[in-house]
């Protein structure tokens, strides 16, 4: 084993780190996050955990290991802050969770559990502080405080698509993202956690059906049908895929800018890994351009976070069923490669797009 087991991956940039005021509520200001993921995303899982370790000090995030294989690895890998919540331990604590996963494909059924997750570490908390839900594909550029700021003595955050006038049709899925929620430890939030997950439970399906999209289109009445609630308005939180083209991306001393403000956390929504070297950024699926600029400060210190991830994880907890994305993992890779090359959206790991 490594002697690096046990210990902090290395940041890509030791300059960027940054620690976070104290959270009001919860354990000497700690923030509390969890998210969920499988051994396909455990690279970018990792690259999360690493983001909010330079900018969100101190923290614990809870990952609801959706595999024995990313429970091993984070067992393994004793990071700090860093702690797996095995499934089958949340369908024992949650056994309606076994129902619903019967009739739900794989994905659904990840869907299905995130307001389980949710309601389960509320629950079982101390009843103090904020429990914040992030999508594993979420990375932070700058301190994770404008968040916070704006959910203030609120109960709940949660952020909008934002999509452009030209995209305005995909409110069908939702005007808000599920990929950033966060919850503080009181009767509006665990009144409106409870109230999700009875409707997940009922219904939770990759498609749009009666005013409903998976988990996340029961988001749009939030705002009026629980107290509490806050619409994240920091330009520089929630900028994805679906709204970097309303974006100015640029680079003021040392730091990533969106407009006027800080970029706080990107959605890498989409990225997928075409073989070793060549990722589809997803941008061609939204009409958005692969900009030199969202290349240089978005798209590629991503690309090398992971590739330092996945050399790390290598050594550190090494699994030899575990592939980082390889050629072969793929359906007609040569298909996407064509279609990238065509849109654009293509990116080289560690070089330049190759758009």
């Known amino acids: 084993m490594s002697s690096v087991e046990g210990g902090v991956p290395p940041a890509s940039d030791p300059s ?3 620690t976070a005021a104290s959270a009001p509520g919860g354990n000497s200001g700690r923030r509390e996050f969890c998210t969920y993921f499988d051994s396909n995303y455990l690279s970018r899982g990792v690259a999360l955990y690493r983001s909010l370790a330079r900018h969100a000090e101190p923290f614990k995030l809870t990952v609801l290991s959706l595999d024995l294989a990313t429970e091993r690895t984070i067992a393994r890998l004793r990071l700090p802050g860093l702690e797996a919540l095995p499934i089958a331990e949340l369908e024992q604590a949650h056994p309606e969770l076994l129902a619903a996963k019967a009739n739900r494909s794989k994905v659904e059924y990840y869907f299905t559990c995130t307001s389980s997750l949710l309601l389960h570490l509320l629950e ?3 009843g103090a502080g904020t429990v914040s839900y992030l999508d594993a594909d979420l990375y932070f550029f700058s301190s994770v405080e ?3 700021r704006e959910l203030g003595d609120g109960s709940i955050l949660i952020v909008g698509h934002r999509f452009p006038e030209h995209l305005r049709s995909l409110e069908e899925h939702g005007v808000f993202n599920v990929g950033l929620l966060a919850f503080t430890r009181d009767a509006n939030a665990l009144e409106c956690v409870r109230w999700w997950r009875d409707r997940c439970i ?3 399906y990759d498609r749009v059906e009666d005013g409903r999209f998976a988990d996340q289109k029961y988001l749009d009445d939030w705002p009026t049908r629980f107290r509490g609630v806050r619409v994240l308005e920091h330009r520089g939180s929630g900028v994805a895929p679906w709204n970097v083209e309303t974006h100015a991306v640029s680079e003021l001393q ?3 800018h969106v407009g006027a403000e800080p970029l706080c956390f990107y959605h890498f929504h989409g990225l997928k890994k075409l073989n070793p070297w060549v990722y589809d950024s997803g941008l061609g699926a939204y009409r958005a351009n692969m900009t030199p600029a969202l290349r240089r400060h978005v798209y590629q210190p991503y690309l090398r976070e992971l590739r330092d991830v996945e050399r790390w994880l290598d050594e550190a907890a090494p699994d030899p069923e575990r592939r980082w994305g390889s050629v072969r993992r793929f359906r007609r890779p040569y298909v996407s490669l064509a279609k ?8 080289i790991a560690g070089g330049r797009a190759a758009s």
């Open 16 to 18: 960027e780190q940054s």
């Open 124 to 126: 079982r908390g101390n």
């Open 146 to 148: 404008p968040v916070y």
């Open 202 to 204: 009922e219904w939770c």
């Open 254 to 256: 040392g730091r990533v």
């Open 340 to 347: 990238g090359l065509l849109r654009g959206s293509l990116l």
